[in-house]
Nanobody
């Protein structure tokens, strides 16, 4: 069965950096686009970023463009989200997902999430 397990969340000061990881299993990872969404306290899900199966095409929400970088290692079945210049408004639970339509916030599986808190 499909499993997505996120890790790497935590508490970081504004302006700091954090890298999230998502280990995938149960499907042919290199054939599938992957992505990240987030949910801030009291708010709905917000699409963050997608990457295609080969890692060559990436998409970002305007709110994170230039600060976040999505990447993947198909040999390790892992997708990453490098987050730089973090802001308090980036505080959210971040979910990794298996994308069905690239760049359209459409996905069929997601993980349990990892908490990111940006605060001084």
């Amino acid at each position: 069965q499909v499993q997505l397990v996120e890790s790497g969340g935590g508490l970081v000061q504004p302006g700091g950096s954090l890298t999230l990881s998502c280990a995938a299993s149960g499907f042919i990872f290199s054939s599938c686009s992957m992505g990240w969404v987030r949910q801030a306290p009291g708010k709905g899900l917000e699409w963050v970023s997608d990457v295609d199966g080969g890692g060559g095409a990436t998409y970002y929400a305007d709110s994170v463009k230039g600060r976040f970088t999505i990447s993947r290692d198909n040999a390790k079945n892992t997708v990453y989200l490098q987050m730089n210049s973090l802001k308090p408004e980036d505080t959210a639970v971040y979910y990794c997902n298996k994308v069905t339509t690239l760049g359209k916030n459409e996905y069929d599986y997601w993980g349990q999430g990892t908490q990111v808190t940006v605060s001084s």
